[in-house]
């Protein structure tokens, strides 16, 4: 009887979150924003809520610590699926061909991102707030707020540009190639700011050799899947598959957790390891792995909220939430803008690039529970990030339709200039 009683607590807990994010993407879409948008605020936004309309006992009967336990694993899991897909897509064949173009706007968008992420590090260092700044050595806070500033989210951005029939458009390409390129690199430091966060110079040695040796045995997997053989066994069994890639995603997610990093840092490798042939079974199983993820991300949501924010609302400085939204924002749309006028397009076509480049989303919270499992991120810094991304995020689409506007009121002008 208990055990069922149990079933019931968890299908029900499960069906008011379905609910409540269902709604949060009928709402989003109703503001024209990405779904993603809605799903982010209304996840984060369950546990505070709960917390704060039932009181702390009531909520914690209501989502007692072994029901959270079992929804934090629920969402690690989430993110390996949906990791281990984004990390896919991140192909050297999905960057495009002018390699003068992206490689400007990446510059563009990358360097004054991580240039603002360095002074947002210098603002939280010399406050010198408790709560705010945490424990952290310096160089692990500067390299994670750098890499938080740079995100620019693939899965939204490609939702975004679907959402506008731009994604066969060259501004289009361009922006998602960067972003491809932009996040490779993030996901590149990010280890490296989990491996300085204790401050110690040998735990640092040992998480590199721990990335090191997870890099070899996802070459090695990846070798043995494109074998001939194995790759044509595969392809005949699309079922195994699939729990093939789900198996090591939450494998290696599961592994170099315990061994000093992060799920993400595991789900990336696994991402990696897994082929990116010909055949179409490896993409067509990855499919299904990653929109498994995507539909249980939520949970991840509702996780944190429940985790940092029911104990952090009270604490944050507004300025350092200003701080960060101004700095996120000027340094994408102006460095985007700057870096694509550079590498050869025109006024407009920059100013899309460097809207569509503000975008963060559900990448750059990964990227930000990342630094909060790890200590680099304090709840008050977590949650001014969290501001940041949904702010510049919800910007993109505003943005995008006021530079179309733009564009269309001068054309006339120019048009009766020319003609004279």
Not at 294 to 314: D, N
Request: hydrophobic fraction near 55%.
């Amino acid at each position: 009887m208990a055990l069922l009683g149990g079933l019931v607590h968890v299908a029900a807990l499960l069906a008011v979150i379905a609910l409540a994010i269902g709604l949060g993407r009928v709402v989003a879409a109703w503001l024209r924003q990405p779904e993603v948008i809605g799903e982010i605020t209304v996840g984060l936004a369950i546990g505070p809520l709960a917390f704060w309309l039932l009181g702390p006992a009531r909520f914690a009967s209501a989502l007692p610590g072994s029901l959270l336990h079992g929804l934090t694993l629920l969402a690690q899991a989430a993110l390996g699926l949906f990791l281990v897909g984004l990390t896919h897509e991140l192909r050297a064949d999905r960057v495009g061909k002018s390699a003068k173009a992206v490689g400007w706007t990446v510059a563009g968008s990358l360097v004054p991102a991580s240039v603002a992420g360095v002074l947002l590090a210098g603002y939280v260092l010399g406050t010198g707030y408790p709560a705010v700044r945490g424990t952290a050595p310096a160089v692990s806070l500067v390299l994670m707020l750098a890499v938080s500033m740079s995100i620019t989210a693939v899965p939204v951005l490609a939702r975004i540009l679907a959402d506008r029939g731009m994604a066969g458009t060259a501004v289009g390409r361009l922006a998602f190639g960067s972003s491809i390129v932009i996040d490779a690199i993030c996901w590149l430091v990010l280890p490296v700011a989990v491996g300085l966060s204790d401050g110690r110079l040998d735990r640092f040695l040992l998480s590199i050799a721990v990335l090191a040796g997870g890099v070899v045995v996802a070459l090695a997997i990846r070798a043995v899947l494109r074998a001939p053989a194995v790759d044509q066994w595969m392809s005949g069994k699309p079922r195994l598959t699939v729990i093939v890639i789900g198996g090591l995603a939450l494998g290696m997610a599961t592994t170099l957790e315990w061994l000093g990093l992060t799920v993400v840092v595991g789900a990336v490798l696994a991402g990696l390891a897994v082929p990116t042939g010909p055949g179409r079974h490896w993409s067509a199983a990855m499919g299904r792995v990653t929109t498994a993820g995507y539909r249980l991300v939520p949970v991840f949501f509702v996780v944190t909220g429940v985790t940092v924010f029911t104990k952090s609302f009270g604490v944050v400085p507004i300025m350092l939430i200003v701080l960060a939204v101004l700095l996120g924002t000027a340094s994408k749309v102006a460095g985007g803008y700057f870096g694509a006028r550079i590498g050869g397009q025109n006024r407009w076509d920059s100013l899309r690039i460097g809207a569509l480049m503000n975008s963060r989303g559900l990448t750059e919270l990964i990227v930000l529970q990342a630094g909060y499992s790890a200590g680099i991120l304090t709840a008050p810094l977590y949650l001014a990030l969290v501001v940041m991304a949904l702010v510049t995020t919800a910007l993109t689409g505003p943005m995008l339709h006021l530079t179309d506007l733009a564009e269309l009121r001068r054309r006339p002008a120019a048009d009766r200039h020319a003609g004279r």
